[in-house]
């Protein structure tokens, strides 16, 4: 069973930048598409971005508009999500998630392993 395990999450300020990082325990993360999620206080878990093994095919959803970049280093077994130009509404708690089992990519089901999160704060 892999484990992820985010970092990286903090209180920043508007227009900030934070780098995600997200840890799996096995090597085996290079084969697998990677995603990021992320859930608002009080909303459901939406999808922010994926990256198949090979980096070719990144998707974004349409609120992160150039402002996120989704990246991996599969000799590390690790995949990053950098954020820049934070806004208040990217407050959540964001989370890791690896090996799609369909072609939902978007789809929070669709993940086989997922990471505890890492809380992200953006306020003044």
């Known amino acids: 069973q892999m484990q992820l395990v985010e970092s990286g999450g903090g209180l920043v300020q508007p227009g900030d930048s934070l780098r995600l990082s997200c840890a799996a325990s096995?090597?085996?993360?290079?084969?697998?598409?990677v995603a990021w999620f992320r859930q608002p206080p009080g909303k459901e878990r939406e999808f922010v971005a994926s990256l198949d093994w090979s980096s070719s095919s990144p998707d974004y959803a349409d609120f992160t508009k150039g402002r996120f970049t989704i990246s991996r280093d599969n000799a590390e077994s690790k995949a990053f999500l950098q954020i820049n130009n934070l806004k208040p509404e990217d407050t959540a708690v964001y989370y890791c998630?690896?090996?799609?089992?369909?072609?939902?990519?978007?789809?929070?089901?669709?993940?086989?392993?997922w990471g505890q999160g890492t809380q992200v704060t953006v306020s003044t």
């Open positions: 096995e090597r085996t993360l290079r084969h697998y598409r």
């Open positions: 998630a690896a090996w799609a089992t369909n072609g939902r990519m978007r789809d929070a089901s669709t993940y086989r392993y």
